[in-house]
T-cell receptor, first 115, second 114 residues
Framework: GQNIDQPTEMTATEGAIVQINCTYQ??????LFWYQQHAGEAPTFLSY????GLEEKGRFSSFLSRSKGYSYLLLKELQMKDSASYLC????????????????FGKGTKLSVIP | DAGITQSPRHKVTETGTPVTLRCHQT?????MYWYRQDPGHGLRLIHY???????DKGEVSDGYSVSRSKTEDFLLTLESATSSQTSVYFC?????????????FGEGSRLTVL
């Protein structure tokens, strides 16, 4: 099974940098994903890490350490529109035999960006 | 944006009644999923499909059934709705088995069971 932990809420100031942490304990690991979800909307894919290190995509970066079971999402130059929930999800290594790997989601971190 | 729509978007029903939610995609993606999202629990997988007539259970499948008779449609049925099934239901699709596995989500269906 999977156990994924991330902070429930965070607040940061417009223009600043914020780091959202995610720790996981899994029986198998085959990738870590970050999704963004604005209130009342569907989640949208942000980033994916399968190897250790930093993946950068514009203002967003995601880091993974497989040995520590740890990832973070880094948001730079925060904007008001970044106020949303950020979901960490882990893909299980176990192939289900049904043609699909499964994603397990954390409970999400609600980020509030203030002026 | 992936072409994925859910219906109905909002539904209020009574305990014991059957409910069917529909997910329709225009992307011809092989994989389709139903998740529910509840405060304090995050997104949890109910059922998924890996092809026409091919489905399997997820983490919280009790009380739910699914069907996929066409590539584009994935139906979630609550045979006899209970108040614990009050939730927001998201359908998701993916065309990738071995690569990143990015999911595209529908807008969600908010179900209230009284």
């Amino acid at each position: 099974g999977q156990n994924i932990d991330q902070p429930t809420e965070m607040t940061a100031t417009e223009g600043a940098i914020v780091q959202i942490n995610c720790t996981y304990q899994t029986s198998g690991f085959n990738g870590l994903f970050w999704y963004q979800q604005h209130a009342g909307e569907a989640p949208t894919f942000l980033s994916y890490n399968v190897l250790d290190g930093l993946e950068e995509k514009g203002r967003f970066s995601s880091f993974l350490s497989r040995s520590k079971g740890y990832s973070y999402l880094l948001l730079k130059e925060l904007q008001m529109k970044d106020s949303a929930s950020y979901l960490c999800a882990v893909r299980d290594k176990a192939y289900s035999g049904a043609g699909s790997y499964q994603l397990t989601f954390g409970k999400g971190t609600k980020l509030s960006v203030i002026p | 944006d992936a072409g994925i729509t859910q219906s109905p978007r909002h539904k209020v029903t009574e305990t014991g009644t059957p409910v069917t939610l529909r997910c329709h995609q225009t992307e011809n993606h092989r994989y389709m999923y139903w998740y529910r999202q509840d405060p304090g629990h995050g997104l949890r997988l109910i059922h998924y499909s890996y092809g026409v007539k091919d489905t399997d259970k997820g983490e919280v499948s009790d009380g739910y059934s699914v069907s996929r008779s066409k590539t584009e449609d994935f139906l979630l049925t609550l045979e006899s709705a209970t108040s614990s099934q009050t939730s927001v239901y998201f359908c998701a699709i993916s065309d990738r088995e071995y690569s990143p596995g990015e999911l595209f989500f529908g807008e969600g269906s908010r179900l209230t069971v009284l």
